[in-house]
């Protein structure tokens, strides 16, 4: 097979299909003919077509794009402000700030007009104006099923399954489900999903009919108006939850969802399920709450971790169960140790806020970057020492640099990091993307000990992907081939907004690009995973 170069970058007119044997494999956008793309698809096991999430068929009469200023990012703001203005009255209330409140009255309106951005970056706008126009808001793949969730800018939750190259779905939608913010499967579990949202968080069970997975539903016409009672104003430490189940309306009998609220704990940024065999816990942070909420969805209650800190946005609890990642939007880290529950301050030298961040399988290293910085930064464990001894180190800078391509061309490179992904189940592919870039960045993985981490050899540079969109074409009946018929075709200037790995392949890696323009393309990394090579016997 004809592969380009690993560490060049593609041509415009081409499009990343694969990885084989380390090495980039790229195919000419719109061919079908292309002999890179026949030998991929010829040699798949498995050929994974694109999701179109921005069809006329699939976006509701009327519907708004998400973040629109009349739309529901604007209902969010608002939450925030009112919050805000709560929090203030209060106060004055208590006489502590009656000397203030001329200039309150005067500088409300500057107040709310300089930190609108921040308030809507605050409030799960992805952190990039592209996004406030995107068809899809989260992703998220089954940890040991090919189901993968994908909600979209109206609020509806489609779950995806592969059948003979075609995709099938099932819509999740429910009125508690509005604002979603971030979608977690829960580990070990047959198809439980957490959907963080506007007011609280929904807890999805999608129970299967007969042998068949879900999402294949049995479909029901009810409806439900009850709302939860939940308290509100509650400022003391005792546990609120509020609960209700109910199928969702005009979907699916055979899919109940749990609602659960904690009091001020809106606006529900990001969700953490634990990883331990046998554990129901599930962490959520809020941009209005410093509060971590640690919820128990097998007793329905909630037991919150509170630190002076100014808003969490990003939650991680590490693979192995032992470490819980706290970032603020304020431009530090707290490490939790989930035994005894105690915790550990990291103050960003820049202080800027995390922006992405993201464990190794092993949970004994974690990567991360900041808002508007380039540089990968690594939190790493001394294993040897009890409590949390943990430090954190810079890894590696990306510059913008300006690429000529063999066309003569020239494209600008890599700079500040949006998104670092890690596939969960080899641990050996990683990839980064970069604010205003439609290429992406990926990596060889090493497993790391304290004395590697001090090298350069953490990560290994294994080139660029850029965005191939996949149509499917399946052999007809009349047909004497049984292969089906690909296109390969650019995303163009689409930018990634959400990246994951499949967490089921027996073949390598399988990554997952959610762009900006409503599609969902699969790029398979194939490579023999270093835990299955076995060392011969003398």
Known sequence: ????????????????????????????????????LQRIVHGSPKIYPSIQC??????????????????????????????LSQKYTELQQSGALNVLDGAWQIMAPVFKAVFHDEFAEMLGEKHHQNARNAYIKAVAWHP???????????????????DNHKWISKTLSHEFMVDISCLEWK???????????????????????GDKMPPHFIFD???TKNRPNVPSGSSTGSSSVSE?????????????MSYLQYPKHTAILSLSWDPTPGSHLLASTSALDSTVVIWDTLTDTATPLRRPDSGSHLVRWSPNGAWLFVASVKGHIRIWETKRWTDKLILNPSGRAVKSACWTPDGANLFYSLRGENDLNLIYFNKAVTGIDCKSIPVKSFPVVEETLASGQKQKLEGVIR??????????????????????ALFMVRKMTGLAVATDSVCLFSGYIRGASLHVDPPSVTSISTIPTVRADSVGDAQ?????FARKFEHGSLLTIAWDNGTVTFTPLYFLDSSKITAPKF
């Open 54 to 83: 921005n069809s006329n068929d699939s976006v509701p009469k009327g519907s708004k794009p998400w973040g629109d200023k009349g739309g529901n990012t604007q209902a969010l703001l608002d939450v925030v402000w009112s919050q």
């Open 187 to 209: 580990y070990r579990a047959a198809a439980t999903l957490a959907v963080g949202a506007r007011s609280g968080v929904c807890i999805w069970e999608l129970y299967s009919s």
């Open 144 to 162: 040991n099923r090919e189901l993968l969730a994908v909600a979209h800018h109206d609020d509806l939750l489609y779950v995806y399954q592969l």
């Open 244 to 256: 209700t189940s109910s199928p969702s309306p005009a979907f699916a009998k055979s899919a109940w």
């Open 1 to 36: 097979m004809q592969a380009s170069n690993s560490k060049k970058l593609a041509e415009i007119d081409e499009v990343t299909i694969a990885e084989v044997n380390s090495e980039l494999v790229t195919a000419k956008a719109g061919s079908i003919n292309d002999s890179s």
């Open 496 to 500: 990634p907004l959400h990246i994951t």
């Open 221 to 223: 016409a009810r409806t």
């Open 419 to 440: 998104d670092i992904y890690i596939d969960q189940v080899t641990g050996e592919r990683m990839v980064i993307s970069f604010e205003n870039s439609n290429v992406l």
